[in-house]
């Protein structure tokens, strides 16, 4: 429905107050291609519907961030949800997602970062996925200082309903004030994989339920688990 590719120096900024649905792709989808970019990506949508891809995919190759805020429905029938992916290992951009209800075939929320900057995902209303992650984030990079921080209500999943892994010497924040749901595997699982990490983990939830594990919550590093 919407596609901005941009191979330059720039960025990409799209604005939708409506509806978005496409019948054979992606609802919205944003990329940079060059990895010399110190642009960013940033999508600002009410409902999004991608009944053929992912609702939302935004992928920078560069080294600015990502920011998606979504205000209404973002579905994706065949795909993500909402998908932010930051390639380059000098990144020094954060991925910021705010979204409301989210529905996704392959994960709900999937951010990843292989730059040096964090992650923040905030969701304020229902993220569902039978199959897989509810909300998946990952921060790829040993030298990323950045935190991973995940605020939701709630999440229906088929396998972790919050899964953060961070590779970096940050930390990992949760919190879900509604109900998380996991029909096979964790309800949370936290994990910082980084012997030179000091960062804390600090988990917040209300009700749980989980096939194995509720929280499942690990630290290599120097930090602590709350």
């Not at 600002?44 to 560069?62: C, F």
């Not at 964090?118 to 990079?141: C, H, L, P």
Request: hydrophobic fraction near 35%; aromatic fraction near 6%; charge should be negative.
């Amino acid at each position: 429905a919407i596609e901005a590719i941009n191979s330059g120096a720039g960025g990409i900024s799209v604005t939708s107050t409506g509806d978005v649905e496409s019948s054979n792709g992606y609802g919205i989808r944003g990329v940079i291609t060059n990895a010399t970019s110190t642009s960013d990506i940033t999508i600002n949508a009410n409902n999004v519907a991608g009944n053929y891809g992912s609702g939302v995919r935004a992928s920078n190759a560069g080294t600015g961030g990502i920011s998606v805020t979504s205000t209404g429905d973002v579905s994706g029938v065949l795909g993500y949800g909402i998908y932010a992916n930051l390639t380059n290992a000098l990144a020094t951009g954060d991925i910021t997602i705010n979204s409301y209800n989210v529905t996704g075939a392959i994960f709900g929320i999937y951010a990843k970062s292989a730059g040096t900057g964090g992650i923040s995902v905030t969701s304020t209303g229902d993220v569902i996925n039978y199959v897989n992650y509810g909300i998946k984030a990952n921060i790829t990079n040993a030298a990323a200082a950045g935190n991973i921080e995940i605020n939701a209500y709630n999440i229906t999943a088929g396998s972790d309903a919050i899964d953060a892994v961070n590779a970096g010497t940050g930390g990992i924040s949760v919190t879900a004030t509604g109900d998380v749901i996991n029909y096979g595997n964790y309800g949370i699982s936290a994990k910082i994989t980084n012997a030179a990490a000091a960062g804390n983990i600090d988990i917040n939830a209300y009700n749980i339920t989980a096939g194995s594990d509720a929280i499942d919550a690990t630290n290599v590093g120097t930090g602590g688990i709350s």
